[in-house]
């Protein structure tokens, strides 16, 4: 059975205080892994597909990377902004497997 | 270009009641998947549609049926309603046979009492 499993469950960080979410995946015909960003209340928002292991890809504050077991998810220097739950997602054309995320809160 | 549309967006619903959700795919995305997320819990696949037909389904009980019509949208039609479906139930559009992110909507809130 596809797995997704993510850590912590829930960071709480200072402004300014970078960090790494990790996602350790274990689905079969993985053709993509996602990354997406939820807020309280809302859809998910795609943040970013990785296809293969060594690639990394950067968005703002925010680069993931991926190896052939494990993504990370690097925020460099968050603001309160960024508070939010992380997503992680593995599938290919049909089913896409979620993590239950980790819920980052930024203090200012 | 438009984003995916879901409706409505707060129900509420007695246990063994039918309720039926709607959406409307992202402008030139032919592909709408459903997801089921629990208070707490990452969503979960229930089902995809493509060509107006179920191209994958996951753990869920053929109480949960979905359609797709010729303009991409689709609707999500829950039967027998049980406590246990109170949930947020997400709509994604994508484009089939690309492994992309989805486009989500934003989801509807099922309280079933």
């Known amino acids: 059975e596809d797995q997704v499993t993510q850590s912590p469950e829930a960071l709480r960080l200072q402004e300014g205080e970078s960090s790494s979410l990790n996602c350790s995946y274990t689905v079969s015909g993985l053709r993509g892994l996602f990354w997406y960003r939820q807020d309280p209340g809302k859809g998910p928002e795609f943040l970013f597909t990785?296809?293969?292991a060594g690639e990394e890809k950067e968005k703002e504050r925010l680069k993931a990377t991926l190896t052939k077991k494990e993504s990370f998810l690097h925020i460099t220097a968050p603001k309160p902004e960024d508070s939010a739950t992380y997503l992680c997602a593995g599938g290919g054309y049909q089913k896409v497997t979620f993590g239950i995320g980790t819920k980052l809160q930024v203090i200012p | 270009e438009t984003g995916v549309t879901q409706s409505p967006t707060h129900l509420i619903k007695t246990r063994g009641q039918q309720v039926t959700l709607r959406c409307s795919s992202q402008s030139g995305h032919n592909t709408v998947s459903w997801y089921q997320q629990a208070l707490g819990q990452g969503p979960q696949f229930i089902f995809q549609?493509?060509?107006?037909?179920?191209?994958g389904r996951g753990n869920f009980p053929p109480r949960f049926s979905g359609l797709q019509f010729p303009n991409y949208s689709s609707e999500l039609n829950v039967n027998a309603l049980e406590l246990d479906d109170s949930a947020l139930y997400l709509c994604a559009s994508s484009l089939q046979d690309r492994v992309n992110g989805y486009t989500f909507g934003s989801g509807t809130r099922l309280t079933v009492v």
């Open positions: 549609y493509y060509r107006e037909e179920e191209n």
């Open positions: 990785l296809y293969s």
